[in-house]
């Protein structure tokens, strides 16, 4: 390894088995999914006022607009030990790259490629800057602070880019890559993603243009804090770790649910129980939710307001698991529930560390749910918390593009995006099917 850039590189640069190409096309279904969804959360009218009177939407634009609206949803996969969610990241800059390209022939297996290098460096750059630790106890987003390398490497890759080429534009991607607090904002949290996606894109770009950055930029001596060491303080442990291609995509976890990750394992278990019981949520007198330290503040919020709490409570999705279980395929949350039964649902879920958990996560993001019934009895689940499937398969995850899709009536066009995924053979074919299935004004970030 002459430079950690340069590894990066190499990594981005290497093609995917067959396995790897067949799991990235369930990821690019899944992502235009919830980009379709986003049609009807505020961030997509955001977006398309944005670019309200410009002449011509550049691929940048594209990208710009794709990724603020798949990030916006809480339905994009999510990288559970970096905590990264790369499908937001990757697919906007694929889009793009595939705009750029043109008529000029890439292949299939180059998008795919393409998807699982963006993958790799999300995954890898998410570790570095500190996983779990930077979200939960520093304030941080490892997502931001990967996503624009995760574009550029993606993008550069599609375009034809040679190994040492993809690391110059991962390289100066990394010189506008923002270490930013989140902050609690929503429309501030999609936008500064999207600019970060777009920047990694452009970096792509210069790189293809014959632009060069630094490949030392995170290879500097410990005796000098420079902000690249700063930036990714881990990037050198998570690179002598064993890898192999494809490892950062298959890492990736489909989401069940319009949803935060870490709630996720709560609503499983919740529905595990209610199925196999046959209990009604009028039934339940408790819900008692364990999950490990280190994300219980996060989803422990019984009271709130607004789209992004009732996506991240675990009291509000415990208790539409159990009452209103569609609720839980809404990212836009245009009605958020109030009657009585739902209030009183909400009372009785409470959410407890339990340390014994904490050796899973973050591998996984596990919840163990006891619910009691009327009459004492107490029934108990543990959810392992890798998604409710271990591994999809397109009918699951049609199944779940079938119950997004109802929420904004495009139900009948979730057969014929499924065929243009699951067959295009060239980087054209792809961008007509993600066109066709955002609308020509969707795709431009128009209101739907």
Known sequence: MTSKLLELGRRAALPAAEPTRALARLHLFDSLVAAGAAGLVPEAGFAARHLAGALEVSPADRVLALARRVRATELDDLQLESVTTAAAAVVPALVGAAAVAGRREVSADDVLDAAAAGYEVMGTLGLAVGGPGFLYQQGGWPSLSAAGPAAAAAAARLLGLEPEEIAHAIALSVLSTPRSLRGSGEDGRWLSFGLAVTAGFHAALAARSGARGDLSLLDQASSRATPGRELFPRLGSVLERPWAPGQGLEKAHLKQWASAGQVAAAIDAAGVLQ??????????????????????????????????????????????????????????????????????????????????????????????????????????????????????????????????????????????????????????????????WLGRGRCRGRPS
């Open 275 to 436: 199925g196999a019981h046959g209990f009604t949520a009028g039934d339940v007198t408790a819900v008692d939710v364990h999950v490990p330290p280190a994300y219980r503040p996060m989803i422990d919020q019984p009271g709130g307001t607004g789209r992004m709490w009732s996506l991240i409570s675990a009291q509000y999705q415990v208790a539409l698991r159990l009452l209103y279980p569609a609720d839980l395929f809404d990212c836009a949350r245009r009605r958020l529930r109030g009657d009585a039964g739902f209030r009183r649902l909400m009372g009785v879920v409470r959410v407890h560390d339990e340390e014994p958990l904490a050796a899973r996560h973050p591998v996984t993001y596990p919840a163990r749910v006891a619910v009691t019934l009327r009459g004492g009895q107490v029934e108990e689940y543990l959810s392992d918390g890798r998604s409710p499937v271990p591994r999809w398969e397109w009918d699951v995850l049609l199944a779940k593009a079938h119950a997004v899709a109802a929420h904004t009536a495009t139900e009948h066009r979730v057969g014929p995006l499924h065929q243009a995924i699951s067959e295009f053979s060239d980087s054209a074919q792809f961008l007509r099917a993600s066109a066709a």
